[in-house]
Nanobody
Framework: QVQLVQSGGGLVQAGGSLRLSCAASGRTFSRLAMGWFRQAPGKEREFVAAIGWSDSSTRYTDSAKSRFTISRDNAKNTVNLQMNSLKPEDTAVYYC?????????????????WGQGTQVTVSS
């Protein structure tokens, strides 16, 4: 069993930056692949970024490429999402997720554990 607690988020102007964090407990963190998903009102929850057991294995959705960076600190059992050049289209509730699968996945249903979600609002 894994528990995920998120922090960060908030309101930011377009072009600004935010950093989301997620702290994990209940399982050896280095054996978890981690992901970030988001869900806007009236939209399906969608993949944003993921990182494998090693921080050398990362995946991003097209809209996040060159703007977002996912990273992990195994010593602190945390995963972070640095979001730069934010756009109003990035407005959503962001969720941290974890899986014990050895490979990095972009599919929502392959993640077994979820954080509580945090609101990110980007104004124009």
């Amino acid at each position: 069993q894994v528990q995920l607690v998120q922090s960060g988020g908030g309101l930011v102007q377009a072009g600004g930056s935010l950093r989301l964090s997620c702290a994990a407990s209940g399982r050896t963190f280095s054996r978890l692949a981690m992901g970030w998903f988001r869900q806007a009102p009236g939209k399906e929850r969608e993949f944003v970024a993921a990182i494998g057991w090693s921080d050398s294995s990362t995946r991003y959705t097209d809209s996040a490429k060159s703007r977002f960076t996912i990273s992990r600190d195994n010593a602190k059992n945390t995963v972070n999402l640095q979001m730069n050049s934010l756009k109003p289209e990035d407005t959503a509730v962001y969720y941290c997720a974890a899986t014990a699968r050895i490979y990095v996945s972009t599919a929502l249903r392959e993640f077994d554990y979820w954080g509580q979600g945090t609101q990110v609002t980007v104004s124009s």
